[in-house]
Nanobody, 122 residues
Framework: QVQLVESGGGLVQPGGSLTLSCAAS????????MGWFRQAPGKQRELVAT???????NYADSVKGRFTISRDNAKNTVYLQMNNLKPEDTDVYYC????????????????WGQGTQVTVSS
């Protein structure tokens, strides 16, 4: 069994910063791409940022220059550093990871965290 656990969400004022973390645990053989999506009520989940095992990154245009994604492969953890936050960044943020289960070797399977609320408001 594989699990993703997120932390670091909360309430922050406009212009402030937050760092989200997402740790994968369980029967992990290897992890490929990791990343973050966000979703507001009644809207589609949208990509925020992704990072490959080789540290290649991709960002949504709306967060470029403000957010930084990184990962620690030794800890099976992905991070999202969010700076200069805006009210429109308010959403539930979900992490995901493409993981090969050690007891089900083969193509990686996509796993998702439970979501963490980020609220940007004065």
């Amino acid at each position: 069994q594989v699990q993703l656990v997120e932390s670091g969400g909360g309430l922050v004022q406009p212009g402030g910063s937050l760092t989200l973390s997402c740790a994968a645990s369980g029967n992990i053989f290897s992890i490929y791409d990791m990343g973050w999506f966000r979703q507001a009520p009644g809207k589609q989940r949208e990509l925020v940022a992704t990072i490959t095992r080789g540290d290649s990154t991709n960002y949504a245009d709306s967060v470029k220059g403000r957010f930084t994604i990184s990962r620690d492969n030794a800890k099976n953890t992905v991070y999202l550093q969010m700076n200069n936050l805006k009210p429109e960044d308010t959403d539930v943020y979900y992490c995901y990871a493409e993981i090969v289960d050690k007891f089900r070797l083969g193509s990686p399977v996509e796993y998702w965290g439970q979501g963490t609320q980020v609220t940007v408001s004065s």
